[in-house]
């Protein structure tokens, strides 16, 4: 069983920054997909931005080059680096892991993860 807690959310200015924080514990393995969702009020759950255990990453066309996916093995933690904020980024966030490898045409499917945070709100003022 894989648990996951996100942090680091909170309320920034447009054009603001924040890094969210998704801590696991639990065994996940050295074969995994991760992913960073988002669900904006009355909208679709959302891929934003997954990374596999092979380091291949991928991006919605909406965050590239403004978010950076990243991880640290030795603390089980997943980051999501958000620069260039826009009001639109205003969402919940949540990180996803399923203990199975993923090419990068699915990473960014909702439904190959099996485990899901609680998530963290990230609010944008325009």
């Known amino acids: 069983q894989v648990q996951l807690a996100e942090s680091g959310g909170g309320s920034v200015q447009s054009g603001g920054s924040l890094r969210l924080s998704c801590a696991a514990s639990?065994?996940?393995?050295?074969?995994?997909?991760l992913g960073w969702f988002r669900q904006a009020p009355g909208k679709l759950r959302e891929g934003v931005a997954a990374?596999?255990?092979?380091?291949?990453?991928t991006y919605a066309d909406s965050v590239k080059g403004r978010f950076t996916i990243s991880q640290d093995n030795a603390k089980n933690t997943l980051y999501l680096q958000m620069n260039s904020l826009k009001f639109e980024d205003t969402a919940m966030y949540y990180c996803?892991?399923?203990?199975?490898?993923?090419?990068?045409?699915?990473?960014?499917?909702?439904?190959?993860?099996?485990?899901w945070g609680q998530g963290t709100q990230v609010t944008v003022s325009s």
């Open positions: 996803a892991a399923v203990t199975v490898i993923w090419t990068r045409q699915f990473l960014l499917h909702a439904n190959i993860y099996r485990y």
């Open positions: 639990g065994y996940i393995g050295s074969r995994y997909s």
């Open positions: 990374i596999n255990s092979d380091g291949t990453s």
